[in-house]
């Protein structure tokens, strides 16, 4: 299993800023992805991240925006970048550990933006 | 086009019932799903999974069954408490194309003691 540190919890923030989340495992992982959750909507999914090179993004997210760092193999952050309030979400670090097919998540970032 | 539907509106049940929730999707080809329960402020938890060869899988009050015809997913909770209430969402991972996984939109149970 993995156990996923993910700060900040929630935060409030202004428009034009940026924010930086961390999303810590307790175990090496390969896989490490990002998830945005907006009320009342699925999971989607950013990026993956990957360790020493770039993060693959999915169609509709851009690493101007969403930047995303991954150093080693139990640390990423994600970066939302220029706020603006149509980035008011849940954000969500998720690893899936070699072998089990199954995804472990943070507990979220809950993100307002004024 | 591909889409993951779950029923978007809220299922209440009594307390000892059973709890069926409805996953369908459409143009996928999945080589796996996968249940997954999301309590308000924390990330979801992996419940069960099912592959593509597989009818039914059980996990103590749990049982997932999964139709490749009539692509769909069930996902039952027998006896249910309240401690049970939470969204539950269901996710597949296709055969082919990007690795991922694609979320359903979940369904909000509560139950009523």
């Known amino acids: 299993s993995a156990v996923i540190s993910q700060k900040p919890s929630r935060d409030i923030c202004q428009r034009g800023t940026s924010l930086t989340i961390q999303c810590q495992v307790d175990?090496?992982?390969?896989?490490m992805f990002w998830y945005r959750q907006q009320p009342g909507q699925s999971l989607t999914l950013i990026a993956t991240?990957?360790?020493?090179?770039?993060?693959?993004?999915e169609s509709g997210f851009v690493i101007d925006k969403f930047p995303i760092s991954r150093p080693n193999l139990t640390f990423s952050t994600l970066t939302v970048s220029n706020m603006s309030p149509e980035d008011s979400s849940i954000y969500l670090c998720?690893?899936?550990?070699?072998?089990?097919?199954?995804?472990?998540f943070g507990s979220g970032t809950q993100l307002s933006v004024l | 086009s591909q889409k993951i539907e779950q029923n978007s509106e809220a299922l209440n049940i009594q307390e000892g019932k059973t709890a069926t929730l409805t996953c369908n999707y459409t143009n996928y080809s999945p080589a796996y799903l996968q249940w997954y329960r999301q309590d308000p402020g924390r990330g979801p938890v992996f419940l069960l999974l099912?592959?593509?060869?597989?009818k039914e899988k059980r996990k103590e009050r749990l049982k997932v069954t999964f139709d490749t015809t009539l692509k769909q997913s069930l996902f039952h909770i027998t006896a249910s408490q309240p401690a049970d209430s939470a969204t539950y969402l269901c996710a597949l991972t296709p055969t082919s194309g990007t690795y991922k996984y694609i979320f359903g939109t979940g369904t909000r149970l509560k139950v009523l003691a």
């Open positions: 998720s690893v899936e550990v070699q072998g089990l097919e199954k995804l472990f």
């Open positions: 099912i592959r593509e060869n597989e």
């Open positions: 175990s090496q992982v390969t896989m």
């Open positions: 991240a990957n360790q020493g090179s770039e993060a693959t993004y």
